[in-house]
């Protein structure tokens, strides 16, 4: 489909790996957007990128997490030495809008588990 | 202060029905305004925007009070499809580029 792209949709990993979590956005959309939703809680933002650049990171908890968009396309969210707390459905959303403004369409997540 | 508060529920409503939630913000510099809707264990999608005057689309009200800092969404003849959970979302713009979400609020519809 046309619809954002989220690999992989289940993730299970042992506390202190590496993960990366893939994003690949709606073609032609400009603005990226990294959130993090736990169990019961509304979506967290995490990072913000417009184009290739990270516009607001202010969301990422840690240094632990970081993310990159190197084409201004896909994006990868990188978390080191994952913790038990890191464990949530990590959303991708993309927009043809800047800024926040107007809809964001939404991948259907990437569930996160560290044991 | 959470920046945006919802009531978690659950609304338990029969069918037909008309529901109201409410959702309230803290930063007096919001500028824009959502509601979108999240199916359980599935992506939140845009419901509708809600601006200044109030809008309407078909079962869905939403209407804003900034000088309470207030939002709501009324859905009128409940359908049992509009069981999901409800985000109240808001944009502050010019400062982080980001939409900050509530916890949500979620509607059961029943027979």
């Known amino acids: 489909g046309a619809g954002v792209s989220q690999t992989p949709s289940n993730k299970v990993t042992e506390k202190g790996k590496y993960v990366e979590l893939r994003c690949d956005p709606i073609?032609?959309?400009?603005?990226l957007y990294w959130y993090r939703q736990s169990l019961g809680q509304g979506p967290e933002f995490l990072i913000y990128?417009?184009?290739?650049?990270?516009?607001?990171d202010s969301g990422l908890p840690n240094d632990r997490f970081f993310a990159v968009r190197p084409e201004g396309s896909v994006s990868t969210l990188k978390i080191q030495r994952t913790e038990r707390g890191d464990s949530a459905v990590y959303l991708c959303?993309?927009?043809?809008?800047?800024?926040?403004?107007?809809?964001?369409?939404f991948g259907e997540g990437s569930r996160l588990t560290v044991l | 202060r959470k920046e945006v508060e919802q009531d978690p529920g659950p609304f338990n409503v029969p069918e037909g029905a008309t529901v109201a939630f409410n959702c309230t913000y803290s930063?007096?510099?919001?500028?824009?305004f959502f509601w979108y809707r999240q199916d359980c264990r599935k992506e939140p999608k845009l419901l509708m925007s809600?601006?200044?005057s109030g809008n309407e689309d078909g079962r869905f009200t939403a209407q804003l009070n900034r000088a309470s800092q207030y939002i709501s969404l009324l859905i009128r003849d409940s359908k049992l499809s509009d069981s999901a959970t409800y985000l109240c979302?808001?944009?502050?713009?010019?400062?982080?580029?980001?939409?900050?979400f509530g916890t949500g609020t979620r509607l059961q519809v029943t027979l």
């Open positions: 959303a993309s927009s043809p809008y800047s800024r926040g403004l107007g809809e964001l369409f």
């Open positions: 073609s032609g959309h400009t603005a």
């Open positions: 990128f417009q184009g290739t650049g990270a516009a607001d």
């Open positions: 930063n007096s510099a919001s500028q824009s």
């Open positions: 809600v601006y200044s």
């Open positions: 979302v808001v944009n502050v713009e010019g400062t982080a580029s980001k939409l900050t």
